[in-house]
Antibody, heavy 121, light 109 residues
Framework: QVQLVESGGGVVQPGRSLRLSCAAS????????MHWVRQAPGKGLEWVAV????????YYADSVKGRFTISRDNSKNTLYLQMNSLRAEDTAVYYC??????????????WGQGTLVTVSS | EIVLTQSPGTLSLSPGERATLSCRASQTVSSSYLAWYQQKPGQAPRLLIYGASSRATGIPDRFSGSGSGTDFTLTISRLEPEDFAVYYCQQYGSSPTWTFGQGTKVEIK
């Protein structure tokens, strides 16, 4: 069965960095695009970033462009999100999500349980 | 960017009643690339509907989706206790951006 397990969240001061990981299993990781989606406390879902199955293409929400970097290691079945210059408004639960197909126009069929990032001094 | 507006914000209903949730897009959603997700407190979202009307694997048939263009609807024919949750619509046809509606909370009346 498909499993996505995020890790790396925690409390960090504004301006500092944090790297999230998402360990995938139960499917051929190298065949699917992967996303990061976040949810601020009590708020809705916000798409953050996507990386293509082969790592050659990636896109970001305007709110994180230039500060966050998505990457993946297909040999380790792991997706990453490097978050730099963190701000209070980045406080959220961060989910990784699997695309349902190999194309960009695909919904998210599986989600991890999320990892909480709190940016506070 | 396509903006999705969900209504109502909160729906107060009793078990056994019918729930009708709306999702309106600011532009045409190409090829009906519209999905619905359910989220319960403390849990990750779960895929319910994709392609505007196709049920995901394991989703009961009391959940149905309809619509095209800019107007979409999620209907729960008879609410079960486990259906009280927040529901989000999402468009995935306007890549490389993926947007969500702000959510509709279905609560017990």
């Amino acid at each position: 069965q498909v499993q996505l397990v995020e890790s790396g969240g925690g409390v960090v001061q504004p301006g500092r960095s944090l790297r999230l990981s998402c360990a995938a299993s139960g499917f051929t990781f190298s065949s699917y695009g992967m996303h990061w989606v976040r949810q601020a406390p009590g708020k809705g879902l916000e798409w953050v970033a996507v990386m293509s199955f082969d790592g050659n293409n990636k896109y970001y929400a305007d709110s994180v462009k230039g500060r966050f970097t998505i990457s993946r290691d297909n040999s380790k079945n792991t997706l990453y999100l490097q978050m730099n210059s963190l701000r209070a408004e980045d406080t959220a639960v961060y989910y990784c999500a699997k695309t349902a197909a190999g194309t960009w126009s695909a919904f998210f069929d599986y989600w991890g349980q999320g990892t909480l990032v709190t940016v506070s001094s | 960017e396509i903006v999705l507006t969900q209504s109502p914000g909160t729906l107060s209903l009793s078990p056994g009643e019918r729930a009708t949730l709306s999702c309106r897009a600011s532009q045409t959603v190409s090829s009906s690339y519209l999905a619905w997700y359910q989220q319960k407190p403390g849990q990750a979202p779960r895929l319910l509907i994709y392609g505007a009307s196709s049920r995901a694997t394991g989703i009961p048939d009391r959940f149905s989706g309809s619509g095209s263009g800019t107007d979409f609807t999620l209907t729960i024919s008879r609410l079960e206790p486990e259906d009280f949750a927040v529901y989000y619509c999402q468009q995935y046809g306007s890549s490389p951006t993926w947007t969500f509606g702000q959510g509709t909370k279905v609560e017990i009346k």
